[in-house]
């Protein structure tokens, strides 16, 4: 086969590399991995079963953006707990953001609290709970706008483990080693350690945080500690004093802040010649807890975007100032009464005690963008190896040699499938004409007619309800487009872009105009999100079919124009969906693939 140039990102490129220049030796990989099964193992015995108290969470909170999201994951998390997929006997529970302005995952952290407090007034100090953020509509992974990125499908496991599953394996050793408290956490990222002869332990008052040895250029992306001196000792797991947070701070920031570690530090031989420590995520005592669930109560309404961690961790440490809370660079929105809001938490934080658990040999994955997913269940192989990913998952898949680098998860493939490497195929049904190009994915599809999906393709369909009618609408971008870049007006469209060309070229190839009516919502953010593009038909193969004719129209090829097709934007598409409709065609694929295998067992 002749050399290809390879088609990854220039960004993910750049992670590749930064990855390895902070990599571990390979004796330290393989305590990573061996540490990282082990708990994975661990959980795996306690699915479906009851814990006895002190073996696992008290409660796991999960927070939603609205009602509607709520709703959804709280069907899901039911579903599970039938299926017998997740630990019983656990206080599992969803809160969604109050009605209102957005408030970030830092106003949502003091609203979960509130609800802990008003559910468990007299229990709640005596729980262990983990309280993971998972709102918001995952603009830059489609995929899991409609169920959730806490749902997000993985290679791994059977049952077949979600984002969900994956972070309580990954937690199972803290409950038992921790004191009542709240651990915060994200849905889209994927923390690994190897503590050696330690164990992480939330023992300490007031907050503590775990930290990663990274670059100074992710340091630009995170959260970075300024941490004490260390002491003679080089440890894999290390209790510091941190003086300061800093939040995506600039490298020059990092520098004058003393935040840079160099080997002299003996920050470890596995690590690069300077080193930041940056965040993930970070436990509080119920005194910390108790504290904010006061101020949420005094305010009576977040009204603004907060963030949990640059604004609760840069009020800590000796060293922290009022200088951030008036520092807007982060926010989507700024509210006029954040910085009002941002100080009165510094002053309300100041003085609690902050400890830091360096984990030296630990790794940091994100797991939030289409790119990123593609590559790390796809070609990453140091990840793959870490968690024992598997390139096909409980699915009808022919394993075939030159599919090594594709990951299909719960879908049906016809022996005459053709998928190239590097794309995800998730809970859909291919037929023997369907070929898949190079980092695409493909979620919740069913394509039985001659199909050629080309390379970085993002196609997905979403059951919906409308006016009482169920309907079906498929989602096409490329897996490179910004879903979230928006102009002000329609004479800036031809800015935006989708599949690497100009917007406006694309709508005419269609056959649609670029009035007013185009875009759904707030008329002054024009996005591909809310471009009424998408078509929405009254089966879900004919809403394919449509899609695909769309595609076939940008590479030159006859297509039907689709200006007499209704059509939505994702922003209405996730106002319609059909959450129970989704789960139900995701069940019958899953009882199909189930009475395959049994019928080759019997075979066999």
Known sequence: MAAQVPLIPVGLEAARRESHEAGMCDVEEAALQRETRLRLAKFNSMRGKEVKPGEFWDVVVITAADRQQELAYQQQIADKLAQKELPLGVRYHVFSDPPGPKIGNGGSTLYALHCLQQTYPRELETFTVLLIHAGGYSQRLPNASALGKIFTALPLGNPIYQMLELKLALYVDFPGNMN??????????????????????????????????STLSIGTTHGVFVLDPPGHTYQDLEYRTCASYLHKPSVQKMRQSGAVNTRGDRSGPHLASEVVYTDSLFYMDHGTARLLTGFFQELGDVGCEIDAYGDFLQA????????????????SKAESKLIEVRKKIYFLLRGTPFTVIALNKSKFYHVGTMEEYIYHLTDDPVLGAELGFQSSVFSIFPDRDENGRVCVIQSVLDTKTRVSPCSVI?????????????????SNLCINSRSNIPDKTFLSSISLMIDGRPMYA???????????????????????????RSFLECLEVWGLGSSDRLFSGDEKSLSLWNARIFPGC????????????????????????????KRLSIEEILAYKDVKDMLNYRKMLSKEIASEGQKEMLDG
């Open 180 to 213: 009542p408290g709240v651990v915060v956490t994200c849905a889209d990222d994927i923390e690994l350690y190897s503590g050696g002869d330690f164990q992480v332990r939330f023992d300490r008052n007031g907050i503590i945080a775990l930290a990663h040895p």
């Open 316 to 331: 800590l440490g000796p060293d922290a100032t009022l200088e951030y809370t008036e520092n807007t660079a982060n926010v």
């Open 474 to 500: 498929t989602i096409l971008v490329s897996t490179e487009d910004d879903l979230k870049k928006n102009v002000a007006s329609l004479a800036d469209l031809k800015s935006l872009r989708i599949f690497g």
């Open 426 to 442: 998730e809970y859909s049904r291919l037929g023997p004409d369907v070929s898949v190009g190079k980092y695409c994915i493909v």
């Open 538 to 565: 009254v089966t879900l193969q004919k809403s394919v079919e449509v899609a695909l004719e769309m595609l076939r129209g940008l590479h030159g090829q006859p297509s039907a124009s689709v200006d007499g097709v």
